[in-house]
């Protein structure tokens, strides 16, 4: 967090006359000189192209942006533990984030029916469900192997010609979960990640994309990242200097109509922390 002080050596009046200024500065460029060091426009932009255009497991250049664009379809499917807390769980956290990024989205009560299945399974099912939904060839590469292997739980998503998100899948292997203390992190997290931001960044702080954050709820600048993703400025496809270039129009926007500012407030409203009652 920056924090601005006033040296106490400087006359009554012109402290007062410095922190007036401070506070009108503050009001009027509330992107570029923002409390909060995730407020910044340079953070902001850079942050976003961590998650939305760099892969995990994939590395290399940035990839073209991805999103949903028609309306996602849920199919809660649980096959391990508490059924009922998984879909209040899974309900709770979707919703959420329709709400963040004003994508459609409804719950179906079968396979056939949806385009996004998160699956409640074990832990030894979680190589064979991947290869069920991406193939045998594809689930074989070493860097889905190497998910598989390190990561507590998956996401995985196919996408159309022009790049926006037609299926996915969200692997959430409850016994290992909660072995690891993960069950709630997982939930959050993949759920964000197939939004459209599927890589982990330990530069992106505070977040729910990063390691080194304790916390296991969407933080404010996740709520920001998502609002970012689905501007209308932005669409599938997007290339990484394509999505640089308009960032600022879609961040000035945002501030002006208090996203950044009232952020801490704004992401926890109906949200998955606030129905644990934390």
């Not at 924090?3 to 509330?30: D, E, F, G, I, N």
């Not at 996004?116 to 594809?138: C, N, P, S, V, W």
């Not at 292997?149 to 692997?171: H, M, N, P, Y």
């Amino acid at each position: 967090m920056s924090r601005y002080r006033l040296r106490s050596c400087l006359p009554r009046l012109k402290a007062l006359s410095l922190s007036v200024s401070l506070l009108v500065s503050l009001m009027s460029v509330p992107v570029s000189q923002a409390a909060e060091r995730w407020q910044r426009a340079d953070v902001l932009t850079d942050s976003f192209v961590e998650v939305a255009l760099k892969r995990e497991y994939q590395p290399g250049d940035p990839a073209s942006l991805t999103r949903w664009q028609a309306p996602i379809k849920v199919w809660v499917d649980s096959q391990l533990g508490d059924s009922h807390l998984q879909r209040q769980m899974s309900e709770v956290q979707f919703r959420h984030l329709s709400t963040i990024t004003g994508q459609p989205l409804s719950f179906v009560p079968s396979a056939r029916e949806a385009n996004l299945r998160i699956a409640f399974i074990a832990r030894d099912h979680m190589t064979r469900e991947a290869t069920a939904y991406l193939g045998k060839q594809q689930a074989s590469t070493p860097g889905m192997r190497k998910a598989l292997r390190e990561g507590v739980c998956l996401t995985l998503f196919k996408t159309g010609a022009d790049q926006a998100i037609a299926s996915g899948l969200i692997l959430i292997p409850v016994d290992y979960a909660r072995q690891k203390a993960r069950l709630v992190d997982c939930v959050v997290e993949e759920t964000a990640q197939l939004m459209g931001l599927p890589n982990d960044s330990d530069r992106v702080f505070p977040s729910i994309f990063s390691d080194v954050t304790v916390d296991h709820w969407l933080s404010p600048l996740d709520y920001v990242l998502l609002k970012m993703l689905y501007a209308p400025e932005l669409s599938p496809g997007m290339s990484a200097d394509e999505v640089r270039a308009a960032l600022p129009a879609v961040i000035q926007r945002l501030a002006e109509q208090g996203e950044l500012s009232h952020a801490i407030r704004r992401v926890r409203r109906d949200s998955l922390r606030e129905w644990a009652g934390e």
